[in-house]
């Protein structure tokens, strides 16, 4: 799986957009982008994928450059309840395990 | 859509004691099940993944052993609980199809050893 580069963490005041980076410079054809969160002392939270196109659901806006090797998730109003880590992940398919390498991610801290 | 619970939700045992985690499944059926451990302020740990019934497999090797006897059942285990098992057990489902994978996970099980 490619390595992915994440800040260590970053602030965002309430109901701005916050806007998390991911490096994946030796990101392959056959993956994808994927992006969880984990609030504290919780399961982690399945928030977006995409593989080359923009990506937007109900949660937030994934952002992936022409030449795939980053990616910016956005939060368009950030709320206090979205402070919490957030994982940036590039795998691609496989049969079997599927296992996910969450790293140290972002700690994202949504100030009043 | 799934749902994925987790019990106990909190759990102090001693060292040596046995443990025993369950990990149910809902609103899919056949899905690939993980059990993950994530230590304080640290990434997750993959320990064992079910593509089925009766599969494991086994990604780190120590003292913890899976089970899959149902379906939509995922069960940890151990013999002897050692001061270093404490941690925050993951149990998650993987939905895929299409070339993509994505992985739901439940509430965890938060493990303290004594």
């Known amino acids: 799986d490619a390595k992915t580069t994440q800040p260590p963490s970053m602030d965002c005041a309430e109901g701005r957009a916050a806007n998390l980076p991911c490096n994946h410079s030796?990101?392959?054809?056959?993956?994808?982008v994927y992006w969880y969160r984990q609030i504290h002392s919780q399961g982690p939270q399945y928030i977006i994928h995409?593989?080359?196109n923009n990506e937007t659901n109900e949660m937030a806006s994934l952002i992936i450059t022409e030449d795939r090797k980053s990616s910016t998730l956005i939060l368009p109003h950030a709320t206090l309840r979205d402070t919490a880590v957030y994982y940036c992940?590039?795998?691609?398919?496989?049969?079997?395990?599927?296992?996910?390498?969450f790293g140290t991610g972002t700690r994202l801290t949504v100030i009043p | 859509s799934q749902t994925i619970h987790q019990w106990p939700a909190t759990l102090v045992q001693p060292v040596g004691s046995p443990l025993s985690l369950e990990c149910t499944v809902e609103?899919?059926?056949?899905?690939?099940l993980y059990w993950y451990r994530q230590a304080a302020g640290r990434g997750l740990q993959l320990l064992f993944y079910?593509?089925?019934?009766?599969?494991i497999s086994s990604e780190v090797p120590q003292n913890l052993s899976a089970s899959r006897p149902q379906d939509r059942q995922f069960i940890l285990s151990s013999k002897k609980l050692l001061l270093s098992d404490s941690g925050f057990y993951l149990c998650?489902?993987?939905?895929?199809?299409?070339?993509?994978?994505?992985?739901?996970f439940g509430p965890g099980t938060r493990l303290t050893v004594l």
């Open positions: 992940i590039v795998r691609a398919y496989q049969t079997g395990a599927n296992n996910l390498f």
């Open positions: 998650a489902c993987r939905l895929g199809g299409g070339g993509t994978d994505t992985q739901y």
């Open positions: 079910s593509v089925g019934i009766g599969q």
């Open positions: 609103g899919t059926s056949n899905p690939n």
């Open positions: 030796t990101i392959s054809g056959n993956e994808y």
């Open positions: 995409g593989l080359k």
